[in-house]
């Protein structure tokens, strides 16, 4: 093969390549032009991507039904800081940095908690040990009632009690129920173990996490949402701090008054029932006084009245005198939201919606008058 044959051979493929050049223009080009993009109006696009959305939304529903006692968890601890914080701005205002107060404030929570673990627990206990041990006396007793006998005459009420207990079934089911108790106690204490850390974790970082939540907002209107954000954990903060005291005067007033009206022997406990129940918002009070007068009465006639006398007084002064003193400078709602609020988070969460839902409605309502209403009001 001579040089002009290679040469040749080179020049013949160069006129293949540039042949298939062609024609691979000529098919693009019979192609035709793009069409327009997808019509994002046509019913269509609207089906499936709406029906997508509707998926995607109840399967996150779904979800957090599956987590809804870890939010519940979450959203309890951030109302407890939000109560302990004011405490915190307390030490920030004599001088400390926000840091050591918050050490001081956990400091003392845990002194108090243990305190409270090593003084008053083992006594409360005693007590309620002294009640259960008493409650067979306080039923032989109502059963000599006329008003008892004659429901036990029409309803046989004591013989289907005897037949229960002593039915083969009654064990079984008296085991199950000891079980069931005591899985509810431990799952009790550890939710309120996590209720507890996570309450100190929010605590220590308020500032960033409301910093953080904060920026979420648009630049133009950041400055105004964290003023309304601060107002409202001001007043969340407020609210469970004055509920707390509330319930502190309610606890202490009965444990004076059951030492003087002579039970003595229960009165740590029964004023620790009270306390406890006096936070609920509407029904706690009066079940803590129901609870007291029932033992009062079963212990002496006398002294049940003295209870009912007693708790009806009180709670016309709670109600009017200590409640819109303590809460007037953080919790600003009219008695029928209130009364409404707590019907509706009792109903969707039980205690513990009852227990949120006046501050939550005392948020909502201070957004609409400082952001619709205004807004309204400007047009």
């Given amino acids: 093969m001579t040089p002009g044959d290679k040469s040749g051979d080179a020049s013949d493929v160069e006129i293949e ?96 908690v243990a305190l409270f673990l090593l003084a008053i627990v083992p006594v409360i206990t005693d007590q309620v040990a002294q009640i259960t041990d008493n409650a067979p006396g306080w039923l032989d007793q109502l059963q000599k009632n006329k008003m008892v006998q004659d429901l036990d005459d029409r309803f046989d009420v004591i013989d289907k009690v005897r037949e ?83 319930a502190a005067c309610a606890g202490i007033t009965s444990l004076i008054f059951l030492f003087s009206v002579g039970l003595g022997q229960y009165a740590v406990a029964l004023a620790f029932v009270v306390l406890l129940l006096d936070v609920i918002p509407m029904i706690g009070a009066t079940i803590g006084a129901v609870i007291v007068s029932a033992i009062g009465f079963a212990t002496d006639y006398r002294i049940g009245l003295a209870c009912v006398i007693f708790y009806v007084i009180y709670q016309q002064v709670e109600n009017y005198v200590i409640y819109p003193r303590v809460m007037s400078r953080s919790v600003d709602i009219p008695g029928a939201a209130t009364v409404i609020a707590a019907l509706v988070g009792a109903g969707l969460l039980g205690v513990v919606g009852a227990l949120l839902a006046i501050p939550t409605a005392a948020a909502l309502l201070m957004i609409t008058r400082e952001v619709f209403i205004r807004r309204q009001d400007g047009r």
Wanted: proline residues 2%; positive net charge; glycine residues 12%.
């Fill in 17 to 112: 390549n540039a042949e298939k050049v062609e024609v691979v223009e000529e098919e693009q080009v019979d192609l035709g032009r793009q069409g327009a993009r997808f019509d994002r109006h046509s019913p269509f696009y609207i089906g499936f991507f709406g029906g997508l959305g509707f998926v995607l939304a109840m399967w996150l529903f779904h979800q957090a039904e599956r987590i809804g006692g870890v939010l519940i968890l979450i959203v309890v601890s951030l109302f407890l800081a939000a109560g302990l914080n004011p405490s915190v701005e307390w030490f920030q205002r004599r001088g400390m940095r926000r840091s050591l107060a918050v050490t001081c404030v956990i400091v003392l929570f845990l002194l108090g």
């Fill in 164 to 246: 229960y207990v002593t039915d083969g079934n009654f064990t079984s089911s008296i085991f199950g129920g000891v079980l069931g108790i005591s899985l509810r106690v431990l799952g009790a204490l550890a939710n309120a173990f996590v209720i507890l850390v996570l309450t100190l974790y929010f605590l220590s970082s308020l500032d960033s996490t409301k910093n953080a939540i904060y920026r979420l907002a648009p630049a133009s209107r950041r400055d105004r949402v964290s003023k309304l954000g601060d107002r409202v954990v001001a007043s969340v903060g407020g609210y469970v701090s004055g509920a707390v005291v509330v």
